[in-house]
T-cell receptor
Framework: KAGVTQTPRYLIKTRGQQVTLSCSPISGHRSVSWYQQTPGQGLQFLFEYFSETQRNKGNFPGRFSGRQFSNSRSEMNVSTLELGDSALYLC?????????????FGPGTRLTVT | SQQGEEDPQALSIQEGENATMNCSYKTSINNLQWYRQNSGRGLVHLILIRSNEREKHSGRLRVTLDTSKKSSSLLITASRAADTASYFCATGEGSSNTGKLIFGQGTTLQVKP
């Protein structure tokens, strides 16, 4: 089976712009979670989607949003980018409720905001 | 906020030696997992231990869990240069239905050839 894929792998944006990151889960996995990793805050949970519905949300401002499509692919969007949004954004997929904690991570998207 | 702490923050050993890293957490858990991350890449799942288990082995990895002390340890035996990476423990929030993992700050392991 192919693993979790994330596109793009690297991205450079300017403050104030918006960005959309994409995640394709492992085939058969219906749950997708997103995490932000920075040197200062470490790995922090952003949100979790299952069956196109957001099930969990981390403590991030409303500029961070996401969605999941019927094929389980997910996107996250960050609007009005700030310098502090520079981070590695990781997506993870799992089978779904009951096995949601068994997560398989993608390689990440490295976002740099200048 | 982070669920717990990991120590040491950094560890440097020679190839062939054993490496032990520890993780503490704050709330009750259903399971605890360990992940490896190579140089800012994605996380690789290493091992999961359930709250009713005390010890688990996988190849050169040995994980222990002490729920009374809310702590876990990861032992890598006979380390190799390829084990150089950051290691994170993660716990699930609440029931097993949640996909929200809470990670420790990680231990950076350097294995010198």
């Amino acid at each position: 089976k192919a693993g979790v894929t994330q596109t793009p792998r690297y991205l450079i944006k300017t403050r104030g712009q918006q960005v959309t990151l994409s995640c394709s889960p492992i085939s058969g996995h219906r749950s997708v979670s997103w995490y932000q990793q920075t040197p200062g805050q470490g790995l922090q949970f952003l949100f979790e989607y299952f069956s196109e519905t957001q099930r969990n949300k981390g403590n991030f401002p409303g500029r961070f949003s996401g969605r999941q499509f019927s094929n389980s692919r997910s996107e996250m969007n960050v609007s009005t980018l700030e310098l502090g949004d520079s981070a590695l954004y990781l997506c993870a997929s799992s089978l779904g409720p009951g096995r949601a904690y068994e997560q398989y991570f993608g390689p990440g998207t490295r976002l740099t905001v200048t | 906020s982070q669920q717990g702490e990991e120590d040491p923050q950094a560890l440097s050993i020679q190839e062939g030696e054993n490496a032990t890293m520890n993780c503490s957490y704050k709330t009750s858990i259903n399971n605890l997992q360990w992940y490896r991350q190579n140089s800012g890449r994605g996380l690789v799942h290493l091992i999961l231990i359930r709250s009713n288990e005390r010890e688990k082995h996988s190849g050169r990895l040995r994980v222990t869990l002490d729920t009374s002390k809310k702590s876990s340890s990861l032992l890598i035996t006979a380390s190799r240069a390829a084990d150089t990476a950051s290691y994170f423990c993660a716990t699930g929030e609440g029931s097993s239905n949640t996909g929200k993992l809470i990670f420790g700050q990680g231990t950076t392991l350097q294995v010198k050839p």
